[in-house]
């Protein structure tokens, strides 16, 4: 079985099918620069996936610039998270399309577009903050799907002076919801966790934490060719 992504990246996104999406900063530069951005983007992804209709991006960035996205009304969901990462200067995320109401293409748009208005706002710059458009690779078998996740909740090991059991420390991502350590409405864990049946949280700490596979995670779960961190 081909364990390598496909180097096409997908712009029509399929009902049912596993995607993993990633962007970085224009010119490498940070993009979340203190705890209030990386909850903003947080918040503002929370907010697009449960609220797919969306409101106004000007009103969006004004309760942004607070942190306080707050009275959201749930709508059927489109798209599903399963894993995530925020890095300073670039964003790991594993979705699933559910329907195409509000398709990823939508979500992205709809999320980047928002955390770039606050951004700009917030550090007085002008332009754009990303690298171009999202990237995105569908996933093409049970192999990579497996190990996207774990390829996604070790990536903090790229900073200084992070180990896999300091994994955990690390609040900018999904991992602490798998352990039992937080809770997001709009986070799909247990597709991950069911696999497991003694101690499912203990179980997947004890997968992502290990590194005897490491060298082959980053193959299958992104373009080499484009993307490396």
Known sequence: MELMPSLYYQRVFVPGCYYHVYNRG??????FQDDQDYQTFTEILGYYLIHPSGIAQ??????????KVTNLVKDPPSCAVLAYCL???????????????????DLMRR??????MYY????????TIFQGRYKNI???NEYQWVYLSKYIHRNPMHLQSYEPCKLLNYTYSSYPN???KRQNDWLDTS????????????????????????GNIEKITIDVNEEQG
Do not use: W
């Open 191 to 214: 597709t991950f966790l069911d696999r497991y049946h003694k101690n499912p949280p203990q179980e997947y700490q004890d997968f992502v934490e290990d590194g005897g596979d490491v």
């Open 87 to 105: 890095m300073p200067n670039h964003f790991h995320l594993m979705l699933k399309q559910l329907s195409q109401e509000l398709t990823i293409s």
């Open 58 to 67: 000007s009103i969006l960035n004004r309760k942004a610039k607070d942190c």
């Open 26 to 31: 224009a010119h490498q530069q940070n993009i």
């Open 111 to 116: 999320v980047s577009i928002g955390y770039a």
């Open 178 to 180: 798998y352990l039992g």
């Open 120 to 127: 700009n706002d917030r550090y007085h710059h002008s332009g």
């Open 138 to 140: 569908l996933i093409t």
